[in-house]
């Protein structure tokens, strides 16, 4: 058990959800940093679309809806952080409460609803970061949704799309968060070809050749049909990458938690099984095409090490860094280098996809060029509870 288990977790848990992930982040804006230095080796580093990762272990969106305190997100180790999801105009989101603990589950139940600074502020944040810290510190993705009164969903993302791909080492179209009513009818087949569509095309207008990397994220509560559409129109409309999952709004018969039956999407423990279901089932379909990031239940080498063998060339996590801090990022990379040294593997990347039926494939290459030393970045001591 991490120290920040033993005696900052339970402080925390003192206080309202809301109010302990504040405070994380306003520990990560300031700044404070414990001495250990990150886990860096060379069976953990990858190029994907272009840009290169330190390491495949990234934060998933929601934890930095602002793109407010990026230098934290990535001194606690990540590979790489998505920020976001960031709405056009500012909006509060849900009332409160709106985030909801079942420790017993090692779930999060969260009905936040896109509660954004807007796109202004959101690239102000960004802005600020590249220019302290340019580009090639840890990738930076931009997850982008609508906001909930919008009467145009797609001009919402096209808006985003232009004005913040400029800034963005990757961009994440968002059509499956639960708590904005109708988003997630965007996965259908003809709204989904839509809004693609019309994302593309802002994308390469506004940046040409230039153009990040553009994916998209997906439920964990698709059919098998519905999994088949998506990757179908992910592959012929230009999209770069599927990122899955997100949160469920199925509830299991195991939950123990008393917040069960709050409404809202639920991650963590709980969703580690569907979400590695729908990932190996796009693997399946897309993996030798599209890279795959793998999303939800992960606590551990082994989570992270699954999600590889189900398809993933990337992983991030958000509810595990909730109950283990920020040592988890280290424990996994640690973890997952043994085990794939126990399995003979030299890179990371030689496990993708082993435990799905698609045959072996490799959209992504080793990071050939990050053979120079490897420099240690501090972590930050706080994190949510
Ligand atoms: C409090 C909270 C807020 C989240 N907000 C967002 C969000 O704004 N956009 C998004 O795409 N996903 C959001 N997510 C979903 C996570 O990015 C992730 O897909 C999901 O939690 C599963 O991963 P996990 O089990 O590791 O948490 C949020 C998750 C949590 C717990």
Redesign the pocket.
Known sequence: MSSYERFLAPCLRLLPPEAAKDIAGWGLRRGFLPAAPAFQNQALRATLWGLSFANPIGL???FD?DAAFLAGDLAMGFGFVEA??VTPRAQPGNPKPR?FRLPEDKA?I?R?G?NSAGGDAFRRNLEAYRAAHGRGQGVVGV?VGRNKDTEDAVRDYVYLVRTLSPLADYLCI?VS?PNTPGLRDMQRSDALRKLIGACREALDGAVGTAAPPMLV?VSPDLDEAEIDLIAGTALELGVDGVVL???TIARGPDLRGAARDEAG?L??RP?FARSTHVLRAFHERIGGSLPLVG????FTAEDAYAKIRAGASLVQ????LYYKGPSVVREIQQGLVELLRRDGHASYLDAVGLDTAAPPSRPVAPDVAAEAPDVAVEAPAAAIA
């Open positions: 998933a969106a929601g809806k976001g999801t985030l999060v969260n936040f896109f997850n968002n968060s994220k999952t997100n949160t999407g991650s963590g969703i999303v939800g239940g992960v996590l958000y509810t595990g």
